[in-house]
């Protein structure tokens, strides 16, 4: 398995932007499909962005289609999340995961970071 560490959470207002990363261990993070997951109090965990074979592809939940941006960095093992435009309705614990598959689906996500709080006031 991979190890997934996420950071840059926090709180924001309505309007403003936070930037999510998460690094990964071992090798194999090159090829895999990673992708964002939210899930907010009493809600299940959702879908946000993806990202897989070296970038080339890219896909996004309708709520956050043209606020969020999804990129990675070979180099550093790492996968950025830029939120801009957060809305009061982004507050949740977001998670980054790894999947072999591009799926919007959480369950052939086989790694999962910590999760990181995104707080947005209104």
């Known amino acids: 398995q991979v190890q997934l560490v996420e950071s840059g959470g926090g709180l924001a207002q309505a309007g403003g932007s936070l930037r999510l990363s998460c690094v990964a261990s071992?090798?194999?993070?090159?090829?895999?499909?990673m992708g964002w997951f939210r899930q907010a109090p009493g809600k299940e965990r959702e879908f946000v962005a993806l990202?897989?074979?070296?970038?080339?592809?890219?896909y996004y939940a309708d709520s956050v289609k043209g606020r969020f941006t999804i990129s990675g960095d070979i180099a550093k093992n790492t996968v950025y999340l830029q939120m801009n435009g957060l809305k009061p309705e982004d507050t949740a614990v977001y998670f980054c995961?790894?999947?072999?598959?591009?799926?919007?689906?959480?369950?052939?996500?086989?790694?999962w970071g910590q999760g990181t709080q995104v707080t947005v006031s209104s």
């Open positions: 071992g090798r194999a993070f090159s090829t895999a499909v």
């Open positions: 990202i897989s074979g070296y970038g080339r592809q890219t």
């Open positions: 995961a790894r999947s072999r598959l591009v799926t919007v689906s959480p369950d052939p996500y086989d790694s």
